[in-house]
């Protein structure tokens, strides 16, 4: 699902060959709620994704561009993956809770948009998300919490390299339910080995 014109194609955070990621911006509004509202069927218990304009204006109030204007004081970012070649979005990564001092820890929370499940973008996505997420907003540990039954999940993280650490009961209402989660993390040093390895 192509968005406007290239002309207003955003600045891109980070890039390879076939993907791009940018925060989330205003004007992508009708292109953002066309795509949540295609894959609800996708996301179902998972995630609740803003199917409004208004849910949209609070996503980008809150994860957008302003919020990553200074990006060692940040405390959320919010990162569109799309596609190179005609800016269909691809998919969702947003870093949450960030907290720094000792810590510089953030949670990592996503969504894919239909088509593209299950393409092999999102994993390409989540490398450039997290590459942003050590480099620029210089965490140290990026935690995940994935429920139970959401089998595409698991392998996404763990082809990444998170590593399982627990799990939580009840962790988070969605959908109007409490829902258990396993929760993998990722820390920074893991992150430039496996760098290393892969080059």
Known sequence: MP?????SAPTALRRNSHLYISPPRLRDADT?????????KLHGAWVRA??????????????G???????????RAGILVRSAGDDALI???NFSEIVRGAFQSAYLGYYAFMPHAGSGRMARGLALALEYGFRILKLHRVEVNV???NTRSHALVLKAGFVREGFSRRYLRIGGRWRDHVRYALLAEDWRAQRQKSR
Not at 50 to 63: H, L, M
Not at 65 to 75: C, D, F, G, K, N
């Open 3 to 7: 968005t406007s014109p290239r002309r």
């Open 32 to 40: 953002f709620i066309a795509a949540a509202r295609t894959s609800r």
């Open 50 to 63: 803003p199917q409004t304009k208004a849910a949209y204006r609070e996503y980008v109030a809150r994860f």
């Open 65 to 75: 561009a302003r919020s990553q204007l200074h990006p060692l004081r940040a405390t």
């Open 91 to 93: 998919g969702v990564f």
């Open 147 to 149: 429920q139970p039954r």
